[in-house]
């Protein structure tokens, strides 16, 4: 299962790093994304990265102040959030499949992690 983990709450133009971590198996093989959901909204893409950490993605709305990394040893994927919005307030959940991309199939999901940006 994935466990994603260290949403908050944080002020305009705060930072917040979010982990997740796997157990249970591998994350070495598998694309990870980071994907969010805030309150009356469709789900959207935030951040991909490739199984080999070579290749990212991110969402425009994000660009230049996210950055995702992941660290295999530790079978963790990091998001680092800086020069947070009120508009990045969402549930923030991580995923994981075999193919990156924002549509590709992801197998495992995270339950979720808050992130609250007060203005």
């Known amino acids: 299962q994935l466990q994603a983990s260290g949403g908050g709450l944080v002020q305009h133009g705060g930072s917040l790093r979010l982990s997740c971590a796997a157990s249970?198996?591998?994350?070495?093989?598998?694309?990870i994304g980071w994907f969010r959901q805030a309150p009356g909204k469709s789900r959207e893409g935030v951040s991909v990265i490739s199984s080999s950490g070579a290749t990212t993605y991110y969402a425009d709305s994000v660009k230049g102040r996210f950055s995702i990394s992941r660290d295999n040893a530790k079978n963790t994927v990091y998001l680092q959030m800086s020069s947070l919005k009120p508009e990045d307030t969402a549930i923030y959940y991580c995923a994981a499949g075999p193919f990156e991309g924002w549509d590709s199939p992801y197998d495992y999901w995270g339950q979720g992690t808050q992130v609250t940006v007060s203005s």
């Open positions: 249970g198996f591998t994350l070495d093989y598998y694309a």
